[in-house]
């Protein structure tokens, strides 16, 4: 198993256990620019596995207003130098 693969492994984990938890960033549904979340757009749906828009500062808030209300967000930011 190499990293990609644990972590695509670890976001499924949380989403079966948990359907608070959503992921979300450029390109996630279909499975990430690293590939990262393969496949979980087909497994749990569009609603919890989805695509932004390409503005990282709007992301980190909809993950923050998303928390605030009792979600569980995972966001993904490809490149952390735009935040």
Excluded: H, W
């Amino acid at each position: 198993m190499n990293l990609f693969q644990a972590v695509n492994d670890a976001l499924s984990t949380a989403l079966a256990q948990d359907d608070a938890v959503m992921v979300f960033g450029e390109d996630v549904a279909f499975g990430g620019v690293f590939r990262c979340t393969m496949k979980l757009a087909e497994t749990y749906g569009n609603d919890r596995v989805f695509n932004t828009p390409l503005t990282e500062q709007g992301i980190m808030g909809f993950a923050i207003g998303a928390a605030a209300e009792g979600m569980r967000p995972v966001a993904e930011i490809q490149f952390a130098d735009y935040v």
